[in-house]
T-cell receptor, first 111, second 114 residues
Framework: QQPVQSPQAVILREGEDAVINCSSS?????VHWYRQKHGEAPVFLMI?????EQKGHDKISASFNEKKQQSSLYLTASQLSYSGTYFC????????????FGGGTRLMVKP | DTGVSQDPRHKITKRGQNVTFRCDPI?????LYWYRQTLGQGPEFLTY????????KSRLLSDRFSAERPKGSFSTLEIQRTEQGDSAMYLC????????????FGPGTRLTVL
């Protein structure tokens, strides 16, 4: 079953912050975050494994709430380059056989 | 080679024709995945290989679709008797094969069926 992402779309001004959520009705093993720009392939951002670990690099970080079966992606002090569609891909076991992607969150950062 | 490559990048075909796409994964990656993405949606899993073995296929993969990875390196995805509903971006990804390790996507092949 597909994870649910929210919001579906968000518009920011440069320097503003955003949070994108990814919720699952099934127990999660891991959550993978990708960003996709129009006409391009998804680009890997980070993986979170069950255990509530928070990861981050630069001004993009993410958390995994195992109790809620939810992951959140945090974008701080957004830059124009952050614009794109963000997808979470979920694994429900450690077989490593496939990701089930959410419907995406479109982020637009304006000057 | 630093990434996954796919060929062709664009394909326009007429309904009923057969098409074949190729994917070259990152060289040390033993897992290779095919996904399909339609406009405004997330990628949908089609099938995956570990080395040359095809280990799982989605119900989305009808009898008209076939995928191979004959020597455990590159892979091909063939669609026979294409239909307009097959129009989509076909994405290939590869990974080292351990769960919790990232999959890296290729640039995709955009198929348009007229």
């Amino acid at each position: 079953q597909q994870p649910v992402q929210s919001p579906q779309a968000v518009i920011l001004r440069e320097g503003e912050d955003a949070v994108i959520n990814c919720s699952s009705s099934k127990a999660l093993y891991s959550v993978h975050w990708y960003r996709q720009k129009h006409g391009e392939a998804p680009v890997f951002l980070m993986i979170l494994l069950k255990g509530g670990e928070q990861k981050g690099h630069d001004k993009i970080s993410a958390s995994f709430n195992e109790k809620k079966q939810q992951s959140s992606l945090y974008l701080t002090a957004s830059q124009l380059s952050y614009s794109g569609t963000y997808f979470c891909g979920t694994e429900y076991n450690n077989a490593g056989n496939m990701l089930t992607f959410g419907g995406g969150t479109r982020l637009m950062v304006k000057p | 080679d630093t990434g996954v490559s796919q060929d062709p990048r664009h394909k326009i075909t007429k309904r009923g024709q057969n098409v074949t796409f190729r994917c070259d994964p990152i060289s040390e990656h033993n897992r290779l995945y095919w996904y399909r993405q339609t406009l405004g949606q997330g990628p949908e899993f089609l099938t995956y290989f570990q080395n040359e073995a095809q280990l799982e296929k989605s119900r989305l993969l009808s009898d008209r679709f076939s995928a191979e990875r004959p020597k455990g390196s590159f892979s091909t995805l063939e669609i026979q008797r294409t239909e307009q509903g097959d129009s989509a971006m076909y994405l290939c990804a590869s990974s080292p094969g351990t769960s919790g390790r990232p999959g890296y996507f290729g640039p995709g092949t955009r198929l348009t069926v007229l």
